[in-house]
């Protein structure tokens, strides 16, 4: 089993292009994550889905849309990227509700 | 906003020595949770309290949670280097179930 997998691992963009990050777990979980890490600030959520067909926003949605394609896989996209999105993007899965997550490798990227 | 709060940012400690980390909150929870965080790695869960039980163990890990202080702590006994890493609390806050992180204690072991 894979677990949670995330691509790309890094990535550079210039200001303004878009990107899709990509999640996918294969640990057969209703709910999905997408934060963001920035030193000195945690991991703050930017969106959620709670089950499959289902988003929210989190804590920082601005800026960024996403999609939960399937009960396996959720994408996270910037639509014209900015410096201020320079980061490190982390997909997590769970249980939902008071259950433990389970977290992807991250990607690191840089918007110039 | 960062509900769970991580003290002290930094830690640094011998092989061997015990090494604590505390955790506090602003308003009630459901469950707590502990992860660790290797340098450019994602998060790995380690414990997770419920609002109504006060200690947990897992291996060399003992977790305690104090809610009349809205307060946790995370002790590691006999330390490893290999116990370096930045350790997070998460709480959710009161009826959100959603989980929100601290900023984390760094943790340094030396051999």
């Known amino acids: 089993n894979a677990g949670v997998t995330q691509t790309p691992k890094f990535q550079v963009l210039k200001t303004g292009q878009s990107m899709t990050l990509q999640c996918a777990q294969d640990m057969n979980h209703n709910s999905m994550y997408w934060y963001r890490q920035d030193p000195g600030m945690g991991l703050r959520l930017i969106y959620y889905s709670a089950s499959e067909g289902t988003t929210d926003k989190g804590e920082v949605p601005n800026g960024y849309n996403v999609s939960r394609l399937n009960k396996r896989e959720f994408s996270l996209r910037l639509e014209s990227a900015a410096p201020s999105q320079t980061s490190v993007y982390f997909c997590?899965?769970?249980?939902?509700?008071?259950?433990?997550?389970?977290f992807g490798p991250g990607t690191r990227l840089t918007v110039t | 906003s960062q509900q769970g709060e991580e003290d002290p940012q930094a830690l640094s400690i011998q092989e061997g020595e015990n090494a604590t980390m505390n955790c506090s909150y602003k308003?009630?929870?459901?469950?707590l949770q502990w992860y660790r965080q290797n340098s450019g790695r994602g998060l790995v869960h380690l414990i997770l309290i419920r609002s109504n039980e006060r200690e947990k163990h897992s291996g060399r890990l003992r977790v305690t949670l104090d809610t009349s202080k809205k307060s946790s702590s995370l002790l590691i006994t006999a330390s490893r280097a290999a116990d370096t890493a930045s350790y997070f609390c998460?709480?959710?806050?009161?009826?959100?179930?959603?989980?929100?992180f601290g900023r984390g204690t760094s943790l340094i072991v030396h051999p």
């Open positions: 997590a899965t769970g249980q939902g509700g008071a259950y433990e997550q389970y």
């Open positions: 998460a709480t959710d806050e009161g009826g959100s179930y959603i989980p929100t």
């Open positions: 308003t009630s929870i459901n469950n």
